[in-house]
């Protein structure tokens, strides 16, 4: 699970989105990171994370035409997504330039009773059936 809150910028002050991560693990950021398509800040050891704005590629919303996809337009704010992406600084040169997709997100708001419902899901079904069942909702 990752959050999205709103604090004061660090860069001019102004109300801003973050995106904090409870814990993911890995090469994750270690404090909240500014939700700004392209932003950059630095990790530990010698790490650097991003985030970029993306949207779902060969989503079932789009058509094509003249060549040109688009996007139906009621869809479409359902079809961003961010991804945080890392990489190690002395890879930064590659050709890629050494970012890796640590993993997407999609800017979904969800309430307390959508954590309750889950919670009771998972407390009152067997695992395998739970899992099949989240999967399924999402």
């Known amino acids: 699970m990752v959050l999205v809150v709103s604090l004061p910028s660090h860069l001019d002050g102004s109300s801003a989105l973050y995106l ?5 693990g890995g090469p994750n950021i270690v404090r909240p990171l500014l939700l700004k398509d392209g932003h950059t800040e630095g990790g530990r050891g010698g790490e650097e994370h991003r985030i970029i704005r993306n949207r779902h590629v060969g989503s079932s919303f789009e058509e094509v035409e003249d060549g040109a996809t688009v996007l139906d337009e009621e869809w479409a704010v359902g079809q ?23 993993y997407t997100v999609s800017p979904a708001e969800f309430v307390q009773a959508d ?4 919670s009771s899901l998972a407390s009152s079904t067997s695992p395998r059936k739970c899992l099949t069942t989240i999967f399924y909702l999402r």
């Open 20 to 24: 904090v991560d409870t814990g993911f």
């Open 115 to 118: 954590f309750d419902v889950g």
């Open 80 to 102: 961003v997504l961010w991804t945080l992406q890392a990489r190690q600084i002395q890879f930064a040169s590659s050709e890629d330039g050494g970012w890796r997709s640590v």
